[in-house]
């Protein structure tokens, strides 16, 4: 045996995986995939690589020094669990193997499991960055045993992007700790692009700047407390125009957004939670909302103030306006973020892993998509409170918010009057203004659920669960507690 790490699966992701795995001193790569002909294509193309291939599942355990270290790069659901159980029958107790596809964290728990019980170490490992990341530096999210990560640990930080001199991997925590971190990833990544694409319909609309004069304020924002891959590959575009039109590409892309899925998980894994990441939602539903061509012109004609055209701001009414949008944005970012920490935390009690949620803001600051500066402020919220019960009451933030108040209440008042959909900007105000409300009307739905269901209630001045008869004679007994 001669490669002390291989890949399955070798289409962008695994074989790029595989190059950036090769180019690092003393790794030899052993390579496989189901069809022979893009193993032969890899070794092919990528002679400086010094591949090791593998044609069958037999001659790649044989290709592997001990313990085996495979890294799985395939379709996520039903092609991972075939090869597992593939590896399993040409590996040995004590082999590592590895899923670095885009594995629902549920399926990965129960994998771990069944992977453990036939004496194998499993790892489920959020690859995050695309086919560049895997290339030249993802952001890695790994889960497993304590064990699997002494092997693995020092050949993932050689291969991971670095930010501010730190690799862009930490072991979060087992079993399937590391895909719902990077599940969540994705559903924070969602909202980001989401409060992007509405702050530049709010500005387009309300100013009625061209795209390309809109790209250069996103490339100004770069500059600032915003600066974020996700802001600067906007202002490029939004800049580029389409060749065959000599428009904007910007306005001949069909207005419909697609999604692959990991947005709606984190969504529906945060509603049996019970987590309010209502940015995360908006920003999915969104999409879903983009998607129904049949609905958007059957309610085209629905009443409501005229969406384009009309007068706009101009000189510097307008530089106001997009400062207050710059600054809106930024907070319906910040407790987007704070949101999607939120998640982790819940999962991490619900699941019984110890996640260091500053050491996950730092490995996201490199390799990813939602890579930014913003997320040293969130690790340096945690080093100074790491039992944060919300992340927007870190004082770093809080200034932020209160910097951005009043700019935020404006432009979600004007989305509203003026008939443009600001959703994520919308929402994320009413979540914010919700958690800080010092009484909610909360109380009035466990009057009404005690009124139809004798669901009962608990009282502000006193211990103990309470019930009103309703339909007697409307006094208030007190009632054993059921829950
Ligand atoms: P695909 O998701 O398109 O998967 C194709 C690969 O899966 C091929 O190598 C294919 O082999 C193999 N495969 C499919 N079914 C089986 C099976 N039953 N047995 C063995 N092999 C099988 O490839 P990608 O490179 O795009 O993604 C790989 C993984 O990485 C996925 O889980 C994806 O979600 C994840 N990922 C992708 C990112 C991206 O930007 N694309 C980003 C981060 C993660 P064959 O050639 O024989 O068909």
Redesign the pocket.
């Known amino acids: 045996p001669t490669a002390n790490i291989g890949v399955v ?6 074989s790029n995986l595989a190059r950036n795995l090769a180019s690092r001193e003393g790794n030899t790569v052993a390579v496989f ?3 022979r002909s ?1 193993t032969d294509e890899l070794v092919a193309e990528h002679p400086e690589a010094g591949f090791v291939p593998a044609f069958s599942y037999e001659e790649f355990a044989a290709s592997l020094q001990k313990p085996r270290t495979a890294i799985i ?4 659901g ?2 991972t669990d ?2 597992i159980d593939e590896l399993m029958n040409v590996f040995e107790p004590g082999d590592i193997i590895i899923d ?4 629902l964290f549920t399926d990965t728990i129960r994998r771990e499991k069944a992977v453990r019980e036939r004496g194998f170490n499993f790892v489920g490992m959020g ?2 960055g ?2 560049e990341g895997a290339l030249n530096g993802p952001s890695l999210m790994p889960g497993g045993p304590d064990e699997a990560w002494v092997t693995l640990g020092p050949i993932l930080r050689s291969i991971a992007a670095v930010a501010e001199g730190e690799p862009c991997v930490t072991h979060i925590g087992h079993d399937g700790a590391g895909h719902f971190v990077k599940m969540v990833h994705n559903g924070i990544e969602y909202a980001d692009m989401q409060l992007i694409a509405e702050a530049y319909d709010l500005i387009r609309r309300a100013t009625g700047k061209t795209p390309a004069e809109i790209a250069d304020i996103f490339a100004e924002w770069n500059r600032g407390e915003l600066e974020s891959y996700l802001i600067e590959i906007t202002a490029e575009v939004l800049r580029q125009t389409d060749a065959a039109t000599g428009k904007p590409l910007v306005d001949v892309i069909l207005d419909q957004a697609g999604a692959k899925g990991t947005g709606a998980w984190t969504v529906q894994t945060a509603l049996d939670l019970g987590v309010p990441v209502s940015g995360i939602a908006e920003a999915t539903f969104a999409r879903s909302l983009s998607s129904h061509p049949e609905q958007r012109a059957a309610a085209s004609a629905l009443p409501g103030p005229e969406l384009s055209g009309g007068e706009v701001l101009a000189g510097e009414d307008a530089a106001a306006f997009i400062e207050q949008v710059r600054l809106a944005l930024y907070a319906s970012k910040i407790v987007a973020y704070s949101q999607g920490f939120d998640e982790i935390r819940a999962g991490a009690a619900q699941y019984g892993w110890n996640i260091d949620l500053g050491a996950v803001s730092k490995i996201w600051r490199g390799g990813c998509i939602i890579r930014a500066q913003f997320l040293n402020r969130i690790a340096d919220a945690y080093a100074a409170t790491p039992d944060l019960p919300v992340l927007l009451t870190a004082p770093y933030f809080v200034d932020a918010l209160t910097r951005a108040q009043d700019s935020w209440r404006s432009i979600v008042a004007l989305a509203a009057a003026s008939g443009i959909p600001a959703p994520a900007f919308s929402s994320s105000l009413a979540y914010y203004d919700g958690l800080r409300a010092e009484r909610l009307p909360a109380a009035l739905i466990q009057g009404q659920r005690d009124f139809f269901g004798a669901h009962t209630y608990k009282r502000i001045d006193k211990e103990g669960t309470f019930h009103t008869l309703w339909s007697g004679d409307r006094t208030e007994v007190e009632v054993e507690d059921t829950h």
């Open positions: 699966g070798l289409a962008v992701m695994g995939n189901r069809s893009k790069m395939v379709k996520a039903g092609p075939a090869v670095g596809g885009n594995s690859v995050s695309g086919e």
